[in-house]
Nanobody, 122 residues
Framework: QAQLAESGGGLVQAGGSLRLSCEVSGLIFGNYGMGWFRRPAPWKEREMVASIASTGDTSYTDSVKGRFTISRDGAKKAVYLQMNNLKPEDTAVYYC???????????????WGQGTQVTVSS
């Protein structure tokens, strides 16, 4: 049973920064694509924010390009999301995700974290 444990969320003013971390256990980390998703409200769909393949290739949704950076550390079995110049519309619960088959036009998330709240005040 894999476990993904997020940390680093919190309350920040617009223009500020946060760094989310996701520590992974119970799976062969190097075999998985990793990603960050967010859900702005319980009634809204979860959207992909950023992904990083096992090769290190990265992808970002348009709204965060130039502000967010995803990275991974195989030795620590962890994935990170550095978020700069945060905006109120970035407020959401952020989830870490692992995909054995990686990220393509369609994908299957094999494991989810429980989420961490990010709140950006104006």
């Amino acid at each position: 049973q894999a476990q993904l444990a997020e940390s680093g969320g919190g309350l920040v003013q617009a223009g500020g920064s946060l760094r989310l971390s996701c520590e992974v256990s119970g799976l062969i980390f190097g075999n998985y694509g990793m990603g960050w998703f967010r859900r702005p409200a319980p009634w809204k769909e979860r959207e992909m924010v950023a992904s990083i393949a096992s090769t290190g290739d990265t992808s970002y949704t348009d709204s965060v390009k130039g502000r967010f950076t995803i990275s991974r550390d195989g030795a620590k079995k962890a994935v990170y999301l550095q978020m700069n110049n945060l905006k109120p519309e970035d407020t959401a619960v952020y989830y870490c995700a692992a995909a054995r088959a990686g990220w393509g036009t369609s994908y299957v998330v094999d494991w989810w974290g429980q989420g961490t709240q990010v709140t950006v005040s104006s």
